[in-house]
């Protein structure tokens, strides 16, 4: 009965070592495997960065138009308002002349006057007109400043955008492959993806 107890105890003892064989190397690999949790942290947090750049994208891009669009109709306003100003102006003249040949003609007329007095009138309108079409078109030069400004802040969000949706692909991949290289290049492109991030808000780059 002591043999069979020793071989019991030999087999169990082989079974005991290959045990903590098999733990040793399922722990080896978790070790090895641990860093894949990192990849899906990081990876949901580049989306949520993402998610942000395309919104203020958008927003941005949004706002660009608009600025541009005032801009636009601005600029017609204050064309209208020049070409406005110019046949005043034309009317003026055109009253002035006629005003000098009749003061050559009937000295002391009535019509002189009446002349001058439209003459006095277009010179106030026009003057009018042109500080509404200087206005216009300072608003069309502001509209337009923002709007360039906003296409700043618009490139700054796409371009970060566009890197962190690549280091999302890239950490993916890495989990698949088990590749952790791919994953640090996806760390540094959505690093990179952060400046412009930044740059989307304060304009540095």
């Known amino acids: 009965m002591s043999e069979f107890t020793e071989q019991q105890f030999e087999k169990l003892e082989e079974t005991i070592h290959e045990l903590e064989e098999d733990r040793k190397e399922h722990s080896r690999e978790e070790r090895q495997l641990a860093w894949i949790k990192y990849v899906a942290l990081t990876t949901a947090l580049i989306a949520v960065l993402a998610a942000i750049a395309t919104l203020q994208s958008n927003i941005h891009t949004n706002e660009a138009l608009l600025s541009k669009n005032s801009s636009i109709l601005s600029q017609a306003r204050a064309s209208d308002q020049w070409a406005y100003y110019q046949a005043k102006g034309i009317k003026g003249i055109v009253y002035e002349s006629q005003n000098e040949m009749l003061q ?31 206005e216009l078109e300072k608003q069309a030069e502001e509209n337009s400043k923002r709007s360039a400004e906003n296409m700043e802040h618009h490139h700054g969000f796409a371009l970060s955008e566009v890197l962190f949706q690549v280091s999302i692909a890239l950490s993916s991949v890495a989990a698949m492959t088990r590749r952790k290289e791919l994953w640090f290049l996806g760390l540094v492109l959505s690093g990179v993806g952060f400046m412009y991030f930044l740059d989307g808000f304060f304009l540095f780059i």
């Open 104 to 134: 050559e003609l009937k000295k002391g007329s009535g019509l002189t006057q009446k002349y001058e007095e439209k003459v006095k009138k277009y010179k106030e309108e026009q003057a009018e007109i042109k500080a509404r079409a200087e």
